[in-house]
Every structure is written in C-alpha cells, then in structure tokens.
C-alpha cells in the first residue's frame, strides 16, 4: 500500500500550491517508511498548458500509488489527479497521522465487506425555516475522493439560508480566504480537538 502525501517546509501536511515536496510512503512489518520522494514547485509561468505538464510529470512519478494527501487540491490540479484515478484525501496534521487516518479506514471498509455504507447527504439538513447543518467531516469519511469545495461551493452559489452550519475537521484553506476577505460572514468554533463548527450567514 503506497500513499503520497503534500508536505511543507515544517513537516507538515501542505496545500499543494505551498507544498515543497511530494513524499510516497509504504507500510512495511508495522511501520511507515518514505519509498521516494519529488520537489514540488507548481509552475507560474506558460498558464495551463504548462501546469497540465507539469501535474503529468507529477502523476508519472507517483507511478502505481493512487491515494494522494494534501490539506487541501483544488483547481486543474485536483481534476488532472482525478481524470488520472486518483483517491484525494483533504487532512491536517502531521504525516503520520494522516497515514493512519487513512490505513484505519480502508482496513475498516475491508473487515466490513457485507455491511452497506450509507453515504451521507449532499444535502444540508433543515433543523428551523432558513437554518441548515451539513457535516462535510462525515461524508469525506465515506468518500475521501470529494473535496470541502465540491460539497460547500454549489450550497453557498445557489441555496438561499440564513444560517448554515458546517461541521468539519479542520477550516478548508479556501473556505478561510473567502471569510477573511469579507467574501462571507462566518463564526468558527472548535467543538473539540477533531471537529470544528463554521456558523456561516446567508442573506436569507
């Protein structure tokens, strides 16, 4: 089993636009050991042409590993990676812990090949006339190939609300931006050390 994963200068998991390198990762007789690792510098200059390039040099050197790490892959990146097959996972952290996370839930799927998972809603859930919840952590945990964006961006483009309550395990990168430049009106609230509650306000 290979799993590659965004790193940052500290060590940590990265964006992919801030990471500086791409590590690949094997469990061998209970622990993690890097198999290879690549540079990573997303291109600024020759547009998309060359950032199309560029993630297929990336893809060739990930070879057979299909499972990918990062804090967050959005953009031509995240869908050369998936045109390519890949399974994206968006988690925080350190490396190990990631690799864990991830080693724990497909060994769970595996020991529960009868049982029908029922994948959550992409839907948030009306709990009072104009107030939604959706926890974006509980379907990434049945699906790690969707991203916080996929699910959050068509909800905040299109549903009128007034209160839309987000559950997740970490602020997704771009969803943090659009708070900070004035772009939405949000609190964030830790639940606990593995969940965090965004309050986001509509115009409803």
């Given at each position: 089993?290979?799993?590659?994963?965004?790193?940052?200068?500290?060590?940590?998991?990265?964006?992919?636009?801030?990471?500086?390198?791409?590590?690949?990762?094997?469990?061998?007789?209970?622990?993690?050991?890097?198999?290879?690792?690549?540079?990573?510098?997303?291109?600024?200059?020759?547009?998309?042409?060359?950032?199309?390039?560029?993630?297929?040099?990336?893809?060739?050197?990930?070879?057979?590993?299909?499972?990918?790490?990062g804090?967050?892959?959005?953009?031509?990146?995240?869908?050369?990676?998936?045109?390519?097959?890949?399974?994206?996972?968006?988690?925080?952290?350190?490396?190990?812990?990631?690799?864990?996370?991830?080693?724990?839930?497909?060994?769970?799927?595996?020991?529960?090949?009868?049982?029908?998972?029922?994948?959550?809603?992409?839907?948030?859930?009306?709990?009072?006339?104009?107030?939604?919840?959706?926890?974006?952590?509980d379907?990434?945990?049945?699906?790690?190939?969707?991203?916080?964006?996929?699910?959050?961006?068509?909800?905040?483009?299109?549903?009128?609300?007034?209160?839309?309550?987000?559950?997740?395990?970490?602020?997704?990168?771009?969803l943090?931006?659009?708070?900070?430049t004035?772009?939405?009106?949000?609190?964030?609230?830790?639940?606990?050390?593995?969940?965090?509650?965004?309050?986001?306000?509509?115009?409803?």
């Amino acid at each position: 089993m290979e799993i590659a994963i965004l790193i940052e200068e500290s060590g940590a998991v990265a964006l992919l636009q801030e990471a500086d390198t791409i590590q690949v990762y094997h469990h061998h007789c209970g622990i993690w050991e890097v198999s290879r690792s690549m540079p990573l510098a997303l291109p600024t200059a020759h547009g998309l042409p060359g950032l199309r390039r560029y993630m297929q040099t990336v893809v060739d050197f990930l070879g057979e590993c299909r499972t990918l790490v990062g804090l967050s892959v959005i953009g031509l990146p995240f869908f050369e990676l998936e045109k390519a097959g890949f399974t994206i996972w968006e988690l925080p952290g350190s490396p190990l812990q990631a690799l864990d996370h991830i080693r724990a839930a497909e060994d769970t799927a595996r020991e529960l090949p009868a049982m029908k998972i029922i994948m959550p809603s992409l839907q948030p859930r009306e709990i009072s006339p104009g107030c939604y919840t959706i926890s974006i952590k509980d379907i990434q945990n049945c699906n790690g190939k969707i991203t916080s964006k996929q699910i959050l961006y068509p909800l905040l483009k299109k549903m009128d609300f007034h209160r839309l309550e987000v559950i997740c395990s970490h602020v997704p990168p771009w969803l943090e931006q659009q708070i900070i430049t004035g772009q939405l009106t949000a609190q964030i609230i830790p639940i606990n050390q593995l969940e965090t509650s965004i309050i986001i306000s509509g115009d409803s």
